[in-house]
C-alpha cells in the first residue's frame, strides 16, 4: 500500500469516524428533545380585538382591555378537556395613557388546539389595595399552569409594582395562585417569602420572574410533580435558577454555597441564540432521559441586524414545515457558579439571528439533580420567521415558548410572537 493510498484510508477513517460521532449525538438529541416543532397555521391562534372592554378595579372606568397586544400564553388542559390558555393582554384605551399600559390575564379556550374564543374579560387584573397612592401592582405577566395532585391548577405569573424607595422603577416578582376551573383564582401573593436576588433596592428587580414547576404527564395532563420529597421550579429571566417547595404555595430558592446567592443552572452561551440570556419557559416535563425543560433564549446584541434565520422565510413552505434538528451538547459552562449577566459580558451572537432576537431551545436536566445540567441543543427548535412573528411590538423578533400541553398523541406549543400575538407549534410524540 502507497503512502497516498494510506493517508486516503485514514481520511475516509476519520471521516467516518466523524460521522459515526455525529448520528450518535444527533440519536442522543432525539430520544430526548420533545421537538423539533412545526406550525400547523401560518396565522397567530390569538390575536388583539377592538370589542371586549370591561370595568377596571383600579380605576373604575370601562376600558378596552386586550385590543394593543395578547402574548404570554400559559396553557393547560380544561376540567371539561378543551385546551385553555391564560394570555397576557395589553390594552391602549385613553384611560390608560396617563399611567402606562396595565398588563392582565386573560382565560380563551378551544376544542381542537387551533381556534380560541377569547373570555369577554380579565380573569385576573391588578387591584388597588392602597388607594391613598398607587395600585400594588402595575401589571400582571408570563402565566404558566400546571395541574396539582387534588386536580386544582396552580399558576405562577410575574407581577409588576412600584418598587419602594424609588423614584419610577418597578419590581418583579413571582406569585402564585389557585383555581378549580381556571376563571376563578385565589391568590397567594409572593412565591418567596423575601426577595430572592437581595434587598429590594439591590438586584431583585428584573430577576424574579419566569416561574415554571416540574411537571410529569398524568393522565394526559402535566401534573407537578415531587423528586426527592419536593416540589422544584426552574425560575429567572437573566440565566435560569431553581427553587424548591412543599406544597407548590411557598418557594425557597436553591443557593450557590460559595455564594449565597441563587444558584444559575442555565445562562448564556457565546456564538449561539442564547448568546444574550436564557429564561424558563413552559413547565418543565419529568421523562425517562431526565428533565426536559423548554427556555427562551435571546440573541446577544452583538449580532449583525441583516442576519437570517436558519429557516428561508422566503420559502413559507419551508419556514412553516421544517426546523434545523437539535444536536446535543455538553454544556461547557460549570453548573453552579454564579456568571456574569451577558449585557455585562457582551457575548458575540448568533450571527444566524437578528441581535436582540428570541428563540426558543430544550435543555436536559438530571432527575437525581435537578440542577446538574447534561446537555442542551445547539440551534433553536422554533425561531421567529413569520412576519407576525418578526414584526411587532418586539421589533427584533421573538418566539417566546410558555405553554405546553398533550393533546390527541402530539405536543401543542404556545408561545407569543414579537410581544404582540399568540402563535402555535407542534410535535408528535414518542
Excluded: C
Excluded at 431551545?361 to 445540567?373: K, N, T, Y
Amino acid at each position: 500500500m502507497t503512502a497516498i493510498q494510506k493517508s486516503r484510508l485514514l481520511r475516509l477513517a476519520a471521516a467516518a469516524l466523524t460521522a459515526g460521532i455525529l448520528a450518535v449525538n444527533a440519536l442522543h438529541a432525539q430520544s430526548w428533545v420533545i421537538g423539533p416543532f412545526v406550525r400547523p397555521l401560518d396565522a397567530p391562534v390569538i390575536e388583539p380585538n377592538r370589542f371586549y372592554n370591561f370595568t377596571d378595579p383600579v380605576t373604575q372606568q370601562k376600558i378596552l382591555w386586550d385590543n394593543l397586544a395578547t402574548f404570554d400564553p400559559g396553557a393547560a388542559i380544561a376540567p371539561d378537556g378543551e385546551v385553555a390558555i391564560l394570555f397576557r393582554a395589553e390594552g391602549s384605551s385613553a384611560e390608560n395613557q396617563p399611567a402606562g399600559l396595565t398588563s392582565r390575564l386573560a382565560l380563551a379556550v378551544s376544542k381542537d388546539g387551533l381556534f380560541f374564543t377569547v373570555d369577554g374579560a380579565p380573569v385576573l387584573s391588578p387591584a388597588n389595595h392602597s388607594p391613598q397612592k398607587h395600585p400594588t401592582a402595575n401589571g400582571l405577566q408570563s402565566p404558566r399552569i400546571v395541574v396539582a395532585p387534588d386536580g386544582g391548577y396552580v399558576l405562577t405569573y410575574t407581577q409588576s409594582s412600584p418598587d419602594p424607595g424609588t423614584k419610577g422603577r418597578v419590581r418583579y416578582t413571582i406569585q402564585v395562585a389557585t383555581s378549580k376551573n381556571l376563571r376563578d383564582w385565589i391568590q397567594h401573593g409572593p412565591a418567596f417569602a423575601a426577595p430572592a436576588h437581595g434587598s429590594p433596592g439591590n438586584t431583585a428587580r428584573g430577576s424574579e420572574v419566569q416561574g415554571a414547576i416540574l411537571t410529569r404527564l398524568h393522565h394526559e395532563r402535566l401534573q407537578a410533580a415531587k423528586l426527592h420529597g419536593k416540589y422544584w421550579m426552574y425560575w429567572g429571566q437573566k440565566a435560569i435558577h431553581l427553587a424548591t417547595s412543599t406544597d407548590l404555595i411557598h418557594w425557597t430558592p436553591v443557593l450557590d454555597r460559595r455564594t449565597g446567592r441563587p444558584l444559575t443552572v442555565l445562562s448564556a452561551r457565546a456564538g449561539h441564540f442564547d448568546s444574550g440570556s436564557a429564561e424558563a419557559g413552559p413547565p418543565p416535563l419529568l421523562t425517562r432521559s431526565g428533565i426536559v425543560l423548554i427556555y427562551n433564549g435571546q440573541n446577544s446584541l452583538r449580532g449583525t441586524p441583516s442576519a437570517k434565520n436558519f429557516q428561508d422565510a422566503a420559502d413559507p413552505g419551508r419556514a412553516a414545515s421544517e426546523t434545523r434538528t437539535p444536536a446535543a451538547s455538553k454544556d461547557k459552562d460549570p453548573v453552579g457558579t454564579t456568571r456574569q449577566h451577558p449585557s455585562e459580558a457582551k457575548l458575540p451572537a448568533d450571527p444566524t439571528l437578528p441581535p436582540g432576537a428570541y428563540a426558543v431551545g430544550e435543555a436536559l436536566f438530571s432527575a437525581a439533580d435537578p440542577s446538574r445540567l447534561l446537555g442542551r441543543t445547539d440551534h433553536p427548535v422554533l425561531q421567529p420567521v413569520w412576519p407576525y412573528e418578526r414584526h411587532g411590538q418586539y421589533a427584533p423578533g421573538a418566539a417566546i415558548a410558555e405553554g405546553l400541553v398533550s393533546w390527541q398523541g402530539q405536543w401543542l406549543l404556545y408561545y407569543g410572537a414579537a410581544d404582540s400575538v399568540i402563535g402555535v407549534a407542534r410535535a408528535t410524540m414518542r
